[in-house]
Each structure stands twice: as C-alpha cells, then as structure tokens.
C-alpha cells in the first residue's frame, strides 16, 4: 500500500530533473482518469483535495474513492493532500481523515499572520507525520480577489506580488515547512495571460540560493490545451480568451530548477467539459451519463499521460524509485496509519 507523504517523492524530484503532477479531485471519473493515466506511465503522483471538493462530494465519498484508487493500484508511489487549507482546524481534520500531506495557506494574510498559523498548522501535521505546504507571495487568478484587486491591476504590479526571496528563506526557518509555493507569475483558472506567457525563473533561481534543497511547489500550472478549448467553442461554450503555462515552460521548470510538485485542476475540468460538450452536441439524444462521462474519462486519462511525460513534468517511470525511497526512509506513513 504505497500511500506516503511527499518527502519520498520530493526527496528524488528535487534534482532528479521530473516533479510530481499534484492533480485535483473532485469525482470518481476524475479520479479514475488520473490514477489509470499514471498506472500506464508508472507514475508517482499527489492527489489533492480543496475545501471546495470536500464540501460538493461529501469527503466521505471522496475518500473511499480515493481508497479505491489506492486499492486498485498498490505499485503506485500516492500522497494524499490537502490544497489550499486555510485553518488550523481543516488541517487537523484532514490529518485524521488520513490526509498525508497538507497545504496551509496563509498567503494572503499579513506576513507574520502567515508565519504564525503555518508554523502551527506545521506542528499540528509534523505531530502525526503529514509533511506540509505553505505558500509565500500571490498567484493571480482567484488569490487577487481576497485582496480586492482585478486581474489587470494584478499583472500591472505583478513584481511586487511574487515571492521575495530572502521574506521566503526566513518563513521556511520559522515556520518548518517542507515545501514552499511559489508566486513566478502562474495564476489558477484558465485565463492565465492576456498577452505572451512567461514564468520569472530569475526568481527562483533565487529562492533556490537562498533557501538551498527546500522543494518548491507551482500552483496555477494548467496549459489550457487548445485542442480542449476548440472542442468547448466548437460546442455551445465561450472561452474565447483562454490561456495557459505553456507545457515547455513547466517542463523547463521541472527539469533545471527545484520545482517538485505542480498543481492541475483547470485542465482537468477542461477536458471532462470538452467531451461532455462534444457528445451533447453530436448525440442530442444521449442522456445515459456513462456514455458522456466514460469520454471525458478517457480525455483526462490521454492528457494527463503527456502531462506525466517527458515533454512535462518527467515523472513516468519514477514510481519504482520513488518506492524505494520510501523503503529507504523505514516506509513512515502519518500516525493515523498506526505507524511515524
Ligand atoms: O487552486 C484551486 C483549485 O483549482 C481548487 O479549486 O477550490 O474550486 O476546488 P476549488
Ligand atoms: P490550475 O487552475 O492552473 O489548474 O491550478 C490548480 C491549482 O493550483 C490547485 O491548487
Ligand atoms: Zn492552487
């Protein structure tokens, strides 16, 4: 049952020239679509979990969909996370709901607001064996509008809002983070940019220095497939605008920097609307949801293998190592598990 933290994974990632895919879940044909995609490529990978998908699936559902996955593919190195946690509290209960790794994100909050709640929330996860991530600077697309800024004044002053470097050495020291999101210019949702697409990879070249081996996660990392975004316009939708990281600037992220762990949702969304759209379209009778969601499906399942591929994040065919890794460190799985 190789259900681990992320140590194990970023351990190898860090400068193994791949990173983990950190895929959202939300329904049993998401969650399908990305375990069966990673059993072909013998993939590790991190399922994650929002607030926002505890609260639509019930996280009873998804939870025992998640054990099924695990159940059904035993020779997959799986971390189970929390994405975007917010509370004290919520990291608690994902640690007893057998979460293995936990994101509290504090970034929106005053700087030592955000020490002080990640340095708790770190103690609470480190007590039971959950590794932790935090997030320092703003990414645009959802995280502008806490703060009350339009997504044009967000990349106006866009400088401002990345992760400062030095800001970024003291909160890991403070707080004992094991991984750090950085803010390089990716933002969530699938109108990334308006104009051309580009990562500041001056800054973490110097988040690198000045906090050396400490693996960094990149939030706001779908490509917006056009292939996805054609077959929606084609079919009744209206996303003329949308844009994402184009997949050679994750893949350089992945192969020459400290990037371990890279978050994808939207293009998940993107490719179950896109098919559902297209049978809805093409078959106006159809109303047998297998016979729409099977296709959407088998998209996520096509696209998330060329994510896990070389020209991506370079994780297919780690899953053995990453495994031994893990053997490596005495197999610690979280206390819930009955074992440090
Ligand atoms: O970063 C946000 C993720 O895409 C999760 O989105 O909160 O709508 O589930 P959600
Ligand atoms: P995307 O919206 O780019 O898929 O980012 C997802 C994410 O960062 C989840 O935390
Ligand atoms: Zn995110």
Redesign the pocket.
């Given at each position: 049952m190789p259900l681990m933290t992320t140590k194990p994974m970023f351990d190898l990632a860090y400068d193994g020239g791949f990173a983990i895919g950190a895929f959202?879940v939300n329904n049993m044909e998401i969650t399908q679509g990305i375990i069966e995609a990673c059993a072909v490529e013998k993939s590790p990978l991190i399922l994650?979990v929002s607030k926002g998908a505890r609260k639509y699936a019930n996280y009873r559902y998804l939870r025992h969909i998640i054990a099924a996955a695990v159940e059904e593919h035993p020779e997959l190195p799986i971390a189970i996370h929390l994405?975007?946690g917010d509370t004290v509290d919520l990291v608690q209960t994902c640690v007893s709901d057998g979460f293995t790794s936990v994101m509290i994100d504090g970034s929106h909050h005053p700087y030592e607001e955000n020490v002080a709640l990640c340095k708790k929330a770190t103690e609470v996860a480190h007590a039971n064996g959950v590794t932790v991530e935090a997030e320092l600077g703003m990414l645009g697309?959802i995280e502008e509008d806490v703060v009350g800024l339009n997504a044009e004044e967000y990349q106006k002053n866009i400088e401002k809002f990345l992760t400062d470097p030095q800001q970024a050495a003291d909160f890991s020291k403070r707080t004992g983070i094991d991984s750090l999101a950085v803010a390089i210019g990716?933002s969530?949702?699938a109108y990334k940019f308006k104009h051309e697409a580009t990562l500041a990879f001056n800054r973490v070249e110097q988040i690198m220095k000045t906090c050396p081996g400490l693996p960094l996660v990149m939030?706001?990392?779908?490509s917006v497939p056009q292939e996805f975004i054609d077959l929606i316009n084609k079919y009744g939708g209206a996303m003329p605008n949308a844009k994402?990281v184009p997949e050679d600037q994750i893949n350089m992220a992945v192969k020459k920097y400290g990037v371990c762990k890279v978050?994808?949702?939207?293009?998940l969304r993107l490719a179950l609307t896109a098919k559902i759209r297209e049978v809805f379209a093409t078959k106006p009778a159809e109303f047998d949801p297998r016979n729409y969601l099977g296709p959407g499906r088998e998209a996520i399942i096509s696209m998330v293998r060329r994510k896990v591929g070389p020209t991506v994040l370079n994780s297919a065919g780690k899953a053995d190592a990453v495994i031994k890794q893990w053997e490596k460190l005495g197999k610690p799985l979280p206390a819930y598990y009955g074992r440090k």
């Open positions: 959202n994650q994405d975007h697309g990716t969530h949702g939030h706001g990392s779908s994402g978050n994808i949702d939207t293009d």
